[in-house]
């Protein structure tokens, strides 16, 4: 196959591969490394050199150097783009076959097609889930289960608008190199899509639209914008055809949301609110300082604690006076045959997103095509016949750093129970990402790797801060958590052997004495 100077594909080439590995295609990938891989560098370094200041005592705050960004009363986001102007709800999952079918047919107004968290970096789903698309959005996709029952898509009026996630800027796609350097794979991620199947979006009166997550900063943004305004030059395509939607799942993205905003104005879609990858930044973030910033067990962290709630209030607020939409977090919950487990996990799903809705979020997340019709007829509740409430801009909501940094003021303990959860949660998670599958069913919940991050994370802090459970009175220990470990894993099916590499895993980065930025970077490392 045709590929540019300098760049070399490492990874098998299927068949049909090259449908999405054209001479384009691969030709973006290599003109956006060589523009923006040293400043992506730079900006993990930058990641660093936070986390050393916060360990020094330093600590977050709105920044003085773009107040007059903040203090502009002028500027707005592009307005909605065709087939996103109504988000009341949105289906999230990974790539594969029948996921994309049935995420596409399954009612919702969008589509999170996830390259990231509920997707695995193996060579044959990226380059699978991306054919997959192109074969949605060309309409040549069916699939057969081993059942027999056959999936197809609806007519296209019915079908969910596709945003794409692609990777975080921290994940290398190591099977290809350009100038002997692996490149970024979120560039990989985002030039694959939008030189083949973003085209078609266009054709078809819609555009290549994006889900970025894991970003840090506004500069982080800035060179998010940078790659689009590069590609659409490349491709020949309108400046602001892109449009991408910033997941503020980070500590330090909260304190710069308007920012985020600016940077992307052209080609911005909007903020979400995500959870369990906000709870781990809080973590990652301010690790080294003590039960100041320690969180009780994950479920005992909901949205309303007060750090989240104001997390959330400012989200809505700056979202709304910029013109942008606001997207409230995940319903991971579902659907069982248990019919008492299925009527708590739905009272639970609609209180949350009747505060969502009532808060001014102008749609919302679920994890499974049985929860879409819960989440649409919440927020058409609220909304009725419009496409949103970016109207509602929330002017008497103020919000302090003081506030967003109010992780003390959040109830509940620190129980044995919760340290299993964490324990068999991310084990059992580990266990499916490293055999090719990134979103996962566990007890009764869609579980992703940002479940597996919050849940390493936590034992992480609960061992290396002398945490006592409150249930048992027992000190959190590496003997505990080693006893723990296998007490869980006998709980599972299979035998105990099968778990041997997960466990690894996990244990590698939730009880070493460094803190792993990420797990799934040595989990990658694992992957052919």
């Not at 400046?239 to 993205?253: D, F, M, N, W």
Request: proline content about 5%; some cysteine.
């Amino acid at each position: 196959m045709e590929t540019p100077d300098g760049l070399t594909i490492t990874g098998d080439i299927a068949a049909r591969a090259q449908e999405v590995l054209t001479p384009q295609a691969l030709g973006l990938i290599a003109a956006l490394h060589r523009a923006l891989d040293d400043r992506r560098l730079e900006l993990l370094e930058a990641r660093q050199r936070r986390v050393e200041d916060l360990a020094a005592g330093g600590t977050l705050d709105f920044l003085p150097e773009t107040r007059h960004i903040r203090e502009d009363p002028t500027w707005r986001v592009a307005p909605p783009a065709p087939g996103i102007e109504d988000r009341r709800c949105e289906i999230t999952g990974p790539t594969d076959r029948k996921m994309t079918i049935n995420a596409l047919n399954s009612g919702a107004k969008a589509w999170l097609a996830d390259h990231e968290d509920a997707n695995t970096p193996q060579w044959s789903a990226v380059v699978g889930g991306q054919l997959n698309l192109l074969d949605a959005i060309n309409r040549t996709i069916d699939f057969t289960g081993e059942n027999g029952k056959h999936y197809a898509l609806k007519p296209d009026e019915e079908l969910a608008t596709i945003i794409v996630r692609p990777r975080g800027w921290h994940l290398p796609e190591k099977h290809i190199l350009v100038d002997g350097r692996p490149v970024s794979g979120g560039l990989v991620d985002f030039a694959l899509y939008v030189a083949t199947a973003g085209l078609r979006q266009i054709e078809k009166g819609q555009g290549p639209y994006f889900y970025l997550p894991k970003m840090e900063s506004h500069l982080e943004a800035r060179l998010w914008n940078d790659a689009f305004v590069l590609a659409q030059d490349f491709l020949g395509i309108p400046q602001g055809t892109i449009r991408a939607t910033v997941l503020i799942e980070t500590y330090p993205a909260a304190f710069e949301m308007e920012e985020i905003l600016y940077e992307l104005r052209e080609h911005s879609s909007g903020l979400n609110a995500g959870r369990w990858d906000f709870m781990f930044s809080v973590i990652k973030s301010f690790r080294t300082r003590g039960t100041e910033f320690m969180l009780p067990d994950r479920n005992a962290v909901t949205m309303t604690v007060p750090f989240m709630r104001a997390y959330t209030e400012l989200l809505v607020k700056t979202c709304h006076t910029r013109g942008a939409h606001a997207i409230g977090g995940m319903a991971a919950f579902i659907p069982s045959r248990d019919e008492a487990v299925n009527e708590a996990a739905f009272a639970k799903v609609r209180d949350d997103k009747t505060r969502e809705a009532n808060d001014g979020f102008d749609g919302s997340w679920v994890a499974h095509p049985g929860m879409v019709e819960l989440c649409k007829e919440v927020f058409t509740s609220v909304l009725g016949d419009k496409p949103n409430q970016i109207d509602r801009t929330r002017d008497e909501v103020q919000v302090t750093a003081a506030q967003l940094l109010d992780v003390a003021a959040t109830p509940g303990d620190v129980t044995e129970a919760g340290l299993r959860n964490n324990i068999s949660v991310g084990i059992q998670y580990l266990k499916a990402w490293l055999g090719g599958l990134g979103a996962v069913a566990i007890f009764n919940l869609m579980e992703d790797a940002a479940t597996a991050e919050i849940s390493r994370s936590q034992v992480w802090q609960w061992l290396h801060n002398d945490v006592t459970l409150a249930d048992t009175g027992h000190r959190v220990t590496r003997e505990l958590i080693d006893q723990i470990v296998e007490e869980e894993i006998a709980k599972l099916p299979g035998e105990p052997e099968d778990y041997t590499e997960a466990k690894q895993t996990f244990l590698e980065v939730a009880v070493a004495d460094d803190y792993a930025d990420f797990l799934t970077l040595p989990a990658y490392a694992r992957m052919p």
